[in-house]
């Protein structure tokens, strides 16, 4: 990538950016964002990836609220025991509890997951939400570039180990959920396949924007493979929409102005922010039905490249390779 594409991939990103805030503000002027009502989860379990801030900590109180047992992930020890605190105390749920997970890590990964197995519970929604954006160029703990090695392999990682625990808990009528957290930003990404690291030359809006579209990729293929084997497991991807979070901390100062003076009326709150996740991890709307880019809690087009199966194919059996997995997790029906 030349400076000049690394321009076009920002412009290109804002682009997408304003397209949504148009829209987000035509709605508010509708009647907003009316909290959706849903029936209560009891006896189910929930991991929320990055459950600690923003999205991902509207969404973990959304879910704790319906009286799920709620398991967030986050790499920050002290932020996530005030989270915790603070979700028993706004829900009345005593069943949350962190677990501690660096996604930039693959050995990490492993003993996160090593330590929700050992608890002996269940697994019915996972909600893939964690993420950077637009750091500087840097890598994970196993040298992939970050926003690739954290947003996307990371929870490629994830998933794949969760898998077997998700379809023993699935049933019929009652699936296991996999809800990974995409953005519009994919519209605009370019997947290079031949430089997933982005090291020919480095854009922070590339970087981020690709993450995203590898995310949409692998949800797909994943629904592709769960309905092969019988899985009682789906997996859908959501587009949260522009939400006033932390997430923006990396971005010019000129956009981080912007989201302080009229973040109230252009972008969503997390809570607003949350709602499609929430929709996808319970709706009985959803039931046994995957596969879908849901946004606005309808499901819509993602870009068209997506639906290449073997794009998907290619990217899946890549991840692979990069994180040491065996391609077979699913060709054998899950015991029990
Ligand atoms: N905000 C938006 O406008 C927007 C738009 C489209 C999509 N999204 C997507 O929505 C998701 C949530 O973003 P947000 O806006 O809620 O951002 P946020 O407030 O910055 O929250 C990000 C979460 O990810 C966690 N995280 C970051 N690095 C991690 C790591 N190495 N290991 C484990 N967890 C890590 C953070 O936990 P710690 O604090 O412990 O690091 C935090 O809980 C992201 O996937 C983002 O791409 C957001
Ligand atoms: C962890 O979170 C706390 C509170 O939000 C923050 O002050 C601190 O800088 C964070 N630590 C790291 C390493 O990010
Ligand atoms: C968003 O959803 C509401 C109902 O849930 C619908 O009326 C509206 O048309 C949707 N907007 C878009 C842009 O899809």
């Not at 706004?90 to 929700?116: G, H, P, R």
């Not at 922070?204 to 995203?212: D, I, L, T």
């Not at 639906?307 to 077979?328: A, N, R």
Request: glycine share 8%.
């Amino acid at each position: 990538m030349s400076p000049l594409s690394a321009l076009w991939a920002a412009l290109r990103v804002y682009a997408a950016g304003a397209a949504v805030i148009l829209e987000q503000l035509l709605r508010r002027c509708r009647g907003g964002f009316p909290e959706p009502v849903f029936a209560p989860q009891p006896d189910r379990v929930a991991i929320v990836m990055g459950g600690t801030d923003g999205i991902g900590y509207s969404t973990a109180r959304h879910l704790a609220r319906l009286g799920m047992h709620v398991i967030i992930a986050g790499n920050n020890d002290s932020k996530a025991e005030e989270a915790v605190r603070e979700l028993k105390e706004e829900t009345l749920n005593v069943k949350v509890e962190f677990l501690y997970c660096d996604l930039a890590s693959m050995a990490s990964i492993w003993q996160f997951v090593q330590k929700f197995k050992m608890k002996k519970i269940p697994l019915h929604v996972l909600v893939n939400n964690a993420g950077v954006m637009m750091v500087p160029q840097r890598k994970t703990r196993d040298g992939f570039e970050e926003h690739f090695g954290l947003n996307y392999l990371g929870h490629f990682l994830l998933t794949n180990l969760l898998l077997d625990t998700l379809r023993e808990s699935g049933s019929p009528g009652h699936n296991a959920r996999v809800v990974t957290v995409s953005s519009a930003t994919h519209y605009v990404a370019e997947l290079n396949m031949d430089d997933l690291q982005s090291s020919a030359c480095y854009s922070p809006h590339g970087a981020y924007a690709q993450s995203k579209r590898a995310l949409v990729l692998f949800t797909y293929h994943l629904q592709g493979l769960l309905a092969a084997a019988g899985s009682h497991v789906t997996a859908n991807v959501v587009d949260p929409g522009v939400v006033d979070t932390d997430l923006y901390r990396h971005l010019f100062w000129g956009t981080r102005l912007m989201k302080k003076l009229l973040g109230w009326l252009l972008f969503k709150t997390p809570d607003e922010g949350a709602q499609t996740s929430v929709y996808a991890a319970v709706t009985p709307e959803l039931e046994g039905v995957g596969g879908r880019y849901l946004y606005n809690e309808t499901e819509i087009r993602s870009l068209p490249i997506t639906y290449d199966q073997k794009l998907q194919q290619q990217l899946w059996s890549k991840s692979c390779e990069m994180t040491g997995i065996l391609d077979v997790t699913l060709r054998y029906p899950a015991s029990g």
